[in-house]
C-alpha cells in the first residue's frame, strides 16, 4: 500500500465519520452515503480499487446485517465497524507466541540507526517485566559501544548480557550466546549489526545468523520515520531472512505510521511491537485498532467510542418507561434537558480532536444549554402536583409560576406546550427514535 495514501485518506475518513457522527439519524440512507464517501477516499488515497471495494463492501454488509448490540448506538456501531476493518488491512492482532516452557529465541533484524539495540533492551524488560528470564546476546561487532548500550539497557531491568569482545565473528557469538542461555532463560534476544554501507555484506549476515541460530522467531525492526524506504528495506530484509514480526520505531516522533503499513505489506508479516520514545519503557504491544485511531488522528478507539456515545442524549430507563405509558412528570422532562448539558463537555473533548471540532454546531449547544437553564429555573417554581401533573397548570398558575421564577409567561408557555409534544411523542414512538426526538426537542 503507497504510503502517500495517509493524507489523504486521513481526512477524507474523519470528514466521512464527521458527516456520519453530525447526521440526526442512521438510517439506510446514511449508511450507503458513508460507504460511498468511504469507497471514494479509500480510492482517491491510491488503495488499490480491488481492495477499497471490498472494504467498503464488507463495513456496509455488516453495518446493514448486524444488529447493533444492546446500549449501541448505529453510530457507535458503523465506526467500529470501520475501525476494525481498517485494521484488518493492517493484517489483525500480531505479536510474539512464546512459550515459556522451553528456550525461546528471537533474531532482530535491521539497518543501523534503526532501533534494535534500544528495541532489544526494550524487549528484554518487557518480558523480564511479565515473568520471563530474559538474556541478550550482544551479536553486533561493528558498532564500537554496542555491547555497553546493550548492557547499560540490560542492567536497568536486570536482564543477563552475553557479549565476547574479542570474538569478531558475529556468527559465532549469536550461537555461543544461544548456547550459554539455552536452558536456563525463558527468552533469548539477539542483538545484531546493521552496518549501513555494506547493504550486502549485511544482508549476508543475517542471513547466516538465522542459519545458525535457527531462532523461534525475527522481528524486523523498521525506523517509522523513514518514510517510502520502509518498503524496500522491509523486502530486502524478508528475502535475505523470513522476516516474521515487525517493530516500527520512533513512532512519537514525525512519523506518520505508514512504515507500519508498507513494512507489512512488503513482508506479509504483522506489527508485533511499536517504539515510541527514547526510554526503556516506550514499547506498545501493537494494537491495529488504536494504531488506525492514531493515524486518523482520532484518539484512540475506545475514547473514540465513549465519545460518539456521550454524544448520543443518554435516557434513564425508568423515565423513559413513564414517558413511554404517558406519565411525564416535569422533574423527568428537567432531567433529560439536564442531558442536554453534556453536549457542552463533549464538544469541548471533541475540540481537541482533528477532524471532530466541526462534529457539535457551537450555537446550537449554547441555545440548547440557556433553554435548560431558563426551564429549570421555571420547573423548580412549580409545586408539587403541578410537577407531577402539568396538565392543571392554567393560566392563573401559569402567571405566578412566571413571576416565581423571573420568567416571562411566554417562556412558561412554551415549556408547557413542549412537555405536550413530548408527552404526546413519547406515546407514539420508541427507542431510539424517542432518543432522537428527545434531544431534538431540547436542542432545537
Ligand atoms: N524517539 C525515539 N528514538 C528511538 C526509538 N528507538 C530507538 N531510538 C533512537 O534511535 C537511535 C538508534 O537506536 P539504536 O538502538 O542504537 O539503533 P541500532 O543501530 O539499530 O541498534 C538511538 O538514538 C535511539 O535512542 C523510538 O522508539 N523513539
Ligand atoms: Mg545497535
Redesign the pocket.
Known amino acids: 500500500m503507497p504510503i502517500r495514501m495517509l493524507d489523504s485518506l486521513r481526512e477524507g475518513l474523519q470528514a466521512a465519520v464527521r458527516k456520519l457522527v453530525g447526521s440526526m439519524t442512521v438510517d439506510e440512507k446514511a449508511v450507503k452515503e458513508f460507504i460511498r464517501d468511504l469507497q471514494r477516499t479509500l480510492i482517491q488515497s491510491d488503495v488499490n480499487v480491488k481492495m477499497a471495494l471490498e472494504v467498503a463492501e464488507r463495513v456496509e454488509r455488516r453495518v446493514l446485517e448486524e444488529k447493533p448490540a444492546a446500549g449501541v448506538t448505529r453510530k457507535d456501531q458503523v465506526v467500529s465497524v470501520l475501525y476494525e476493518e481498517l485494521a484488518r488491512l493492517l493484517g489483525g492482532e500480531g505479536g510474539l507466541h512464546l512459550d515459556k516452557s522451553k528456550t525461546n529465541v528471537v533474531v532482530?533484524l535491521?539497518?543501523?540507526?534503526?532501533?534494535?539495540?534500544?528495541?532489544?533492551?526494550?524487549l528484554a524488560r518487557f518480558y523480564s517485566k511479565r515473568g520471563f528470564k530474559v538474556g541478550v546476546v550482544a551479536a553486533?561487532t561493528f558498532?564500537p559501544g554496542?555491547v555497553v548500550?546493550l548492557k547499560t539497557l540490560a542492567s536497568s531491568s536486570g536482564v543477563d548480557v552475553y557479549s565476547d569482545e574479542k570474538q569478531k565473528d558475529s556468527v559465532k557469538i549469536a550461537k555461543d550466546g544461544r548456547k550459554y542461555f539455552e536452558g536456563s532463560k525463558n527468552l533469548v534476544v539477539i542483538?545484531t549489526a546493521?552496518r549501513h554501507k555494506e547493504e550486502k555484506a549485511l544482508l549476508q549476515e543475517m542471513r547466516e545468523v538465522v542459519g545458525a541460530v535457527r531462532p523461534d522467531a525475527t522481528l524486523l525492526?523498521i525506523?517509522?520515520t523513514i518514510g517510502q524506504q520502509c518498503y524496500n528495506q522491509a523486502l530486502a530484509f524478508h528475502q535475505a531472512a523470513p522476516v516474521g514480526g515487525i517493530v516500527v520505531?520512533?513512532?512519537?516522533?514525525a512519523a506518520k505510521g505508514g512504515g507500519a503499513l508498507a513494512a507489512s505489506a512488503a513482508t506479509g508479516a504483522k506489527v508485533f511491537f511499536?517504539?515510541?520514545?527514547?526510554r526503556i519503557d516506550?514499547?506498545e504491544e501493537f494494537a491495529p485498532t488504536r494504531f488506525v485511531g492514531r493515524l486518523l488522528g482520532m484518539g484512540d478507539l475506545k475514547a473514540l467510542m465513549d465519545m460518539v456515545r456521550m454524544s448520543e442524549v443518554e435516557i434513564d430507563e425508568k423515565a423513559a418507561q413513564r414517558m413511554m405509558s404517558g406519565k411525564l412528570t416535569m422533574d423527568d422532562l428537567l432531567a433529560q434537558f439536564e442531558q442536554m448539558k453534556k453536549f457542552g463537555s463533549v464538544k469541548k473533548v471533541l475540540e481537541h480532536i482533528p477532524g471532530f471540532s466541526g462534529a457539535v454546531n457551537p450555537q446550537e449547544l449554547e441555545k440548547a444549554e440557556d433553554r435548560v437553564r431558563v426551564y429549570k429555573s421555571i420547573i423548580q417554581s412549580m409545586t408539587g402536583t403541578e410537577k407531577t401533573d402539568p396538565e392543571r397548570i392554567n393560566s392563573s398558575r401559569v402567571k405566578r409560576i412566571a413571576r416565581g421564577s423571573g420568567r416571562s409567561e411566554k417562556e412558561v408557555r412554551e415549556l408547557l406546550a413542549r412537555y405536550k409534544q413530548m408527552k404526546s411523542l413519547a406515546k407514539s414512538s420508541r427507542g431510539r427514535e424517542f432518543r432522537q426526538m428527545i434531544r431534538r426537542a431540547g436542542a432545537q
Open positions: 532482530m535491521g539497518i543501523q540507526g534503526s532501533g534494535k539495540t534500544t528495541t532489544t533492551g526494550k553486533d558498532r554496542a548500550q542483538d546493521g525492526v525506523d517509522g520505531t520512533k513512532l512519537d516522533g511499536i517504539g515510541t520514545g527514547e516506550d514499547l
